[in-house]
């Protein structure tokens, strides 16, 4: 069975800091996508990754791919209030269309 | 945009009780998706489907069945609920690409007493 593990599970933090957060597996996957979820929503795609060592920034968000496509970090640069929520990261295996998701990190940014 | 429904927010039902959670597409999707959310443990696959009348286990098939007997709608079914099937439900769908994202619907929370 394949595994994500998400860390931290929780973080708390001042608005104006940065933060990461990291998703890790043993096996390899075709794509990984993170997600934010807000309470009483569905999850919501923020990006997917593809390629070893890809990065995609989406505004002040940094996603990056491991080289092996095993691992993945965002990173959140001056975060705001409005980022709080849950983020999830999820990956889809190279023989098909499962998708797996970590247990994801909730994010709580302090005005 | 791509919606996906389901049909009820909340629900609550008895232990023994066969339920039915309903999930409907919009968009001509292939794959469809049913997970629970558990605090802590993040979404768990229960079953998938990538075709009409087509189904595969997820992780955490025991205790439930799914139908899709037509493109747009894919059912979870309780055959008879238990008090560790209290969950949040969460259906998604997504084109049959290999980095498709999946939409998901707003969830139904189930209680069962």
């Known amino acids: 069975t394949q595994l994500l593990e998400q860390s931290p599970q929780f973080l708390s933090i001042q608005e104006g800091e940065n933060l990461t957060v990291y998703c890790n597996s043993s096996?390899?996957?075709?794509?990984l996508q993170w997600y934010r979820q807000e309470p009483g929503e569905g999850p919501v795609l923020l990006v997917t990754?593809?390629?070893?060592?890809e990065v995609k920034k989406l505004k002040r968000l940094t996603f990056q791919f491991g080289d092996a496509r095993k691992d993945s970090s965002l990173h959140i640069t001056a975060a705001q209030p409005g980022d709080t929520g849950l983020y999830l990261c999820?990956?889809?295996?190279?023989?098909?269309?499962?998708?797996?998701f970590g247990a994801g990190t909730r994010l709580f940014v302090k005005a | 945009d791509v919606k996906v429904t389901q049909s009820s927010r909340y629900l609550v039902k008895r232990t023994g009780e066969k339920v039915f959670l309903e999930c409907v597409q919009d968009?001509?999707?292939?794959?469809m998706f049913w997970y629970r959310q558990d605090p802590g443990l993040g979404l768990r696959l229960i079953y998938f489907?990538?075709?009409?009348?087509?189904?595969e286990k997820g992780d955490i098939p025991e205790g439930y069945s799914v139908s899709r007997e037509k493109k747009e709608r894919f059912s979870l079914i309780l055959e008879s609920a238990s008090t560790n099937q209290t969950s949040m439900y969460l259906c998604?769908?997504?084109?049959?690409?290999?980095?498709?994202?999946?939409?998901f619907g707003n969830g139904t929370r189930l209680t069962v007493t």
């Open positions: 968009m001509d999707h292939e794959n």
């Open positions: 998604a769908s997504s084109l049959a690409r290999y980095n498709s994202p999946l939409h």
């Open positions: 999820a990956g889809r295996g190279t023989g098909g269309f499962k998708t797996i």
């Open positions: 489907s990538y075709d009409v009348k087509m189904k």
């Open positions: 096996s390899v996957f075709s794509s």
């Open positions: 990754v593809v390629t070893g060592g």
